[in-house]
């Protein structure tokens, strides 16, 4: 069974411009997240859908990061315009969707912006 | 708010020598608790969980956990270590459908 895919799985750019990156969940897992993972720290919830519907993005910052889930299977995160405090590895995870269920991580986009 | 401290940010050991990484969280409902691991180049895996029932908990690779509520600890042991663990280990506990993680402990197994 195919894992949770992402790319691209590195990206730079220079401050100001906008960048975006691509999650396809595993196959019939509802729920999706993304997640920010800055050097050193554990990752911390961006952002999570069920289906179609961001159900919780409390955490992500709306001034210049904006997420889509359209047909509630793969999903778009994009910044603009990138910061330099923006540079981190953006993970995506699914999960099936249960009450008490595991999250699946995908291998993440490293982003640097100089 | 909850959160998860993971007390060793660098673990140096030998093969074959016992480990113990430490977990603990702040929450003081029902918890799911999580050990995930990151090997070099890789993505984040789950290595093993607790939801209820026994509080040792057995995970792939020779790990296990022990969940002791009095302590909200969550530790994780393998009595062997081997040069393949060299990895970073993460402690999670879930909440409200989000996971929230420790910093994590880097581990290196020197052969």
């Known amino acids: 069974e195919a894992g949770v895919v992402q790319s691209p799985r590195y990206k730079i750019i220079e401050k100001k411009q906008p960048v975006a990156f691509w999650c396809n969940p595993i196959?019939?897992?509802?729920?999706l997240y993304w997640y920010l993972q800055n050097l050193g720290q554990g990752p911390e919830l961006l952002i999570r859908y069920e289906n179609e519907e961001a159900v919780d993005d409390s955490q992500l910052p709306k001034d210049r990061f904006s997420a889509e889930r359209l047909k509630g299977v793969d999903s778009t995160l994009k910044i603009q315009p990138a910061e330099l405090g923006d540079s981190a590895v953006y993970l995506c995870?699914?999960?099936?969707?249960?009450?008490?269920?595991?999250?699946?991580f995908g291998p993440g986009t490293r982003l640097t912006v100089l | 708010a909850q959160s998860v401290s993971q007390h060793n940010h660098h673990v140096i050991l030998s093969e074959a020598a016992s480990l113990e990484l430490g977990c603990n969280y702040s929450y003081g409902g029902t918890v799911n608790l999580f050990w995930y691991v990151q090997y070099p180049g890789q993505h984040l895996q789950l290595l093993l969980k607790?939801?209820?029932?026994?509080?040792l908990v057995k995970g792939i690779k020779g790990f296990e956990a022990e969940f002791i509520k009095s302590k909200f600890s969550f530790n994780l042991r393998k009595p062997s270590v081997q040069w393949s663990d060299t990895a970073e280990y993460f402690c999670a506990v879930r909440s409200s459908y989000k996971l929230i993680f420790g910093s994590g402990t880097r581990l290196l197994v020197r052969p």
């Open positions: 607790y939801f209820s029932g026994d509080p």
């Open positions: 995870a699914s999960s099936e969707g249960r009450g008490s269920d595991t999250q699946y």
């Open positions: 196959s019939g897992h509802n729920t």
